[in-house]
């Protein structure tokens, strides 16, 4: 599925994933703070949410990152 952008702010702000709620949304950002943040209160929002950490992480997805 195609990703999206959605900074913490926003999230915090009550801006929400433009998805469905049954659909399982994957969270990351630089060091992983702010996507277990994030994951929190999209939990509580009532969407499944995985944190896969900090960019340095992704690969152990298998997900490339290109610099």
Known sequence: QDAINLELS?????ELPDAPKSSKL????RSGGRASVA?????KAGYSVENLGGVEDLPK???PVVR
């Open 10 to 14: 926003c999230i915090e702000a009550g």
């Open 26 to 29: 994957y969270l990351y950002c």
């Open 39 to 43: 994951q929190q209160l999209l939990e």
């Open 61 to 63: 997805y298998g997900i």
